[in-house]
């Protein structure tokens, strides 16, 4: 997202991430991949991955920003967080016709959840989108099958105006289990 102005809230800061960001990065997704369902990644990528995909995002002009907890504020370390999260967007499919639509991803470090990252980020990253050409944005949401309660991050897409388009049953296993996929929407033009 280049030329980006960053957001701020009191003691949360999203910026566009820098290649400096990747290490974090690549810990705070690495924990989702190896100790949840919320990605079907199996293998963590690397540091040298996320600098790719940071690269690339600049080179297509989408955002991907991350949050930073500055030392002092409460529930921050001392040092405060670095990268206490991060959002980004990819094309939806590989194929040319889904060249208008993106889908978006949102991860909070164990440590920085319930602070308000996640939606300060999401609303950051669509905000980037509207500059775009970018017309749809997906959201591929994993969710047990017989789950009582909406994930966070079920929540957080539908206080953001996404809708729920569909659900895949069983279309990932992971940690033992079958795990169905809930897909969400958000229209950046609507009526045009």
Known sequence: MTGAASHTLPDI???????????????VFGGYVLASIATFVEDPPSAATWRE?????????????VADLPAGR????????????FAACAQFRPHAAYRYTVEDSVYIAPEA????????????????????????VVAVIATLPDARHDTASIVLHRRLGFEVVGRMPAVGYKQGQWVDTLIMQKDLRPGR
Do not use: N
């Open 53 to 65: 995909r940071i690269a690339a995002a600049r080179e297509q002009k989408l955002p991907f920003v």
């Open 113 to 136: 959840t319930g602070q308000g990252l996640g939606g300060r980020l999401l609303t950051t990253l669509v905000d980037g989108l509207a500059h775009t050409d970018v017309r749809q």
């Open 13 to 27: 800061v999203v910026r566009p991430a820098e290649d400096a960001d990747a290490e974090r990065i690549a810990d």
């Open 74 to 85: 409460p529930g921050a370390p001392a040092a405060g967080l670095p990268v206490a999260g």
